[in-house]
């Protein structure tokens, strides 16, 4: 009788408890039969318990055999059981993959890369597959059986009215462990205010009420802990030449657009702004140069109160102008969105401290418009809803699965801290920012009822901004380069598996996995121009090239320099004191001090700004997938000419750099995560 032996290989990787001494079973599953392991693999004489190591990559290896008088034909999936052992401790296990090469010469793999526990497990083999190509019976009720699961595991919950959707989960623990922090990544973000302010040395200070009064009291504070880029804007904080640059090149370049009208209600004059009469603003607006920045979502928002001190947020309009040295240069400032006798237009030949505090009162109202809408909102909570919605609607065989799991790396865990640590009732920004609390569910509203699907996509977005031409625009030239890699990697990739525009439309996980996004990201709003639906191909490659954009790129420009900008308080006040001033000639360094936020505020500012922007010890850039969830040759030279493209950009950046006074690194796609990891 002849006998079929299957040589089953299974592979953990090189991190913290990834071996077992539980008893581990395992079923080979076959268009032609199935075959079990009736005994636990540790009792197969030729189970290689984990001794077997690769130097490369640090991942081990056990090898057994498993025999069958009959060929189980193709090989779909595999069960395996991970058995408690009475007689020794429970323990979890991570699982990278299992490998099966079969007496025909065939070889299967099957991904797993997370935590096994005491229950049986369904793996599919690697081959990504949409739903309508697989038809085996077993593997049909396998993929229904995994998203009923999943759907248990991953439900919908409303953490806030008005703002996107999130997973139910009162804690991480709370989470499957497949989607939590690594024990690294724990050990590192077991942290909270009173931890950041420890690493800054600032103890003595985060609990002082009283105010600054100099100065060179905040320098000496600002000197425990500086980077290159902090150390610059302590420098130049004053500058309006940098002042313009921060709206092009710092941690929110989304606020800028080219002005071609001035709005209703900021009257400037050509007198105001162009003195001598060189210039006029109609003839300056014709030409390209004349900018906006318009904080108007901010108007009206009740402000937080801080150590029992109201606190106040301007709701500002900003013109700048481009000059012909290509500065950028503010040229009017109103604080308030109504124009009245108390609301001033400042202006740069005003006094120092007159113009000097409207440019303060504008950096706070962008610390916190940056916070909430162009970070949190846009960023942290649309990668949560994209991350629920794949785990819900779409299998792990799916290639749409494959594709996106690795964008989706940590983000529910760290979502979950957020809500927790930041913006709950007792969270950091909510304590000590000036939209704390009431005034930051308002923003956040008026935010997402104001989101659209062209301001996701950057080359949509800089279009529809003007900002094409705008010189020295490094977020615009490395966030348009990196779409267009982005955008040629998920063609190549899903045109692969979607040969026409009615395969996609057949695809009921993945117009699930829209549908979903649509309803619970953008609550069934249709001004938003998010689709509810994919009718081409086109279409789903611009979505999740958005998709990886925002969770990756648009995630690092926003996220990464938050120290570096706003370490040095002046320049990016989480707060302020004293209302805006109503009529110019009442400033001077003295009020100025008195109008930032009190020494304890400044503390746990900067406490948190520094702690979001660290990167992770287990950081994984763009473009790595350590993981290896595609195996076909196709995908695989996909991924790899994707990460060609992003090394040789990569290069370009560090060229670019090296000649500028202030490096942009933000979209370094060495430094941008895969992931919303932080």
């Known amino acids: 009788m002849k006998i079929y032996k299957y040589e089953v290989i299974v592979i953990t990787e090189n991190i913290n408890h990834d071996n077992t001494f539980n008893n581990i079973y395992i079923r080979l599953i076959g268009t032609g039969g199935q075959i079990d392991t009736h005994s636990s693999l540790r009792n197969n004489k030729e189970w290689a318990p984990f001794n077997k190591k690769n130097k490369k990559t640090g991942s081990k290896v056990s090898i057994c055999s498993v025999t069958s008088s009959t060929s189980l034909g193709k090989l779909l999936m595999i069960e395996l059981h991970k058995q408690h052992d009475p007689s020794l401790s429970e323990d979890s296990w991570f699982l990278a993959r299992v490998q099966v090469n079969s007496p025909e010469g065939d070889t299967y793999n099957f991904p797993v890369y997370h935590w096994i526990d005491d229950r049986k497990v369904y793996l599919r083999e690697a081959t990504a597959l949409k739903d309508s190509d697989d038809t085996h019976h077993l593997s049909r009720k396998s993929r229904e059986k995994e998203l009923n699961q999943r759907k248990e595991h991953y439900r919908w919950d409303v953490y806030l009215e008005g703002i996107p959707h999130c997973v139910k989960a009162h804690s991480p623990l709370c989470l499957p462990c497949e989607v939590r922090f690594s024990f690294t990544k724990c050990i590192q973000m077991g942290f909270n205010a009173v931890t950041g302010i420890i690493w800054l040395k600032l103890e003595g200070l985060s609990n002082r009420k009283d105010n600054w009064t100099s100065m060179n009291q905040i320098d000496r504070v600002f000197h425990s802990r500086r980077t290159d880029i902090s150390d610059r804007v302590q420098q130049l904080w004053r500058n309006d030449a940098f002042f313009g640059y921060q709206f092009l090149n710092g941690v929110n370049p989304m606020m800028i657009q080219r002005c071609t009208v001035l709005p209703e209600n900021f009257p400037v004059t050509d007198d105001m702004v162009f003195p001598t009469g060189r210039w006029t603003l109609e003839d300056e607006m014709q030409k390209g140069n004349i900018f906006l920045c318009d904080y108007k979502l901010l108007d009206g928002v009740k402000t937080n109160v801080i150590h029992d001190k109201k606190q106040y947020l301007a709701a500002p309009l900003v013109l700048l102008h481009r000059t ?7 040229i009017a400032i109103q604080l308030k969105q109504k124009p009245a006798e108390d609301n001033p237009i400042f202006l740069p030949t005003d006094s120092e401290y007159d113009w000097l505090t409207a440019k303060i009162f504008v950096r706070s109202a962008d610390f916190n418009m940056h916070q909430l809408n162009m970070h949190l909102l846009r960023t942290h909570l649309l990668a949560e809803v994209f991350a629920v919605s794949l785990l819900r609607n ?5 290639p749409l699965y494959k594709l996106l799991i690795p964008h989706t790396r940590y983000t529910l865990h760290i979502n ?3 809500r927790q640590q930041l913006i709950s009732h007792d969270g950091a920004f909510t304590e000590f920012a000036a939209s704390g609390g009431e005034g930051m569910i308002t923003i956040m509203k008026r935010a997402l009822s104001s989101l659209t699907y062209s301001s996701l996509c950057i080359p949509d977005d800089i279009a529809e901004r003007g900002l094409d031409s705008v010189p020295n625009f490094f977020y615009r030239d490395d966030g348009l380069r990196l779409w267009d890699i982005i955008h040629r990697f998920v063609q ?6 979607y040969k026409s525009d009615a ?8 117009q699930s996995w829209i549908e979903n996004i649509f309803e619970h990201g953008f609550l069934l709003q249709d001004s938003t121009g998010i689709p509810n639906s994919f009718c081409t191909v ?3 490659v611009k979505f999740v090239t958005m998709v990886i954009f925002t969770c990756s790129c648009q995630h690092s420009a926003v996220n990464s320099g938050q120290y570096d900008y706003g370490g040095w308080m002046p320049n990016t006040p989480v707060s302020l004191q004293k209302p805006p001033p109503t009529t110019k000639g009442t400033t001077s360094e003295e009020t100025m001090l008195q109008t930032f936020p009190n020494i304890s505020t400044t503390a746990h500012g900067m406490a948190t700004m520094w702690l979001l922007s660290r990167q992770s010890t287990d950081f994984v850039p763009l473009g790595h997938y350590p993981e290896k969830y595609f195996t076909e040759e196709i995908p695989c030279k996909w991924i790899h000419a994707f990460q060609e493209d992003l090394e040789c950009l990569s290069v370009d950046i560090k060229a670019r750099n090296k ?6 690194t933000f979209l370094d796609p060495e430094v941008v995560e895969n992931s919303v990891a932080l």
């Open 503 to 510: 395969e996609v439309q057949e695809d009921s996980e993945l």
């Open 659 to 664: 000649k500028l006074d202030i490096p942009y």
């Open 324 to 330: 012909a040295d290509d500065e950028l240069m503010p």
């Open 538 to 540: 086109a279409e789903l």
């Open 416 to 418: 979950i801290l957020a």
């Open 492 to 497: 190549g990739l899903l045109q692969h598996y």
């Open 394 to 398: 779409v299998p792990k065989v799916h």
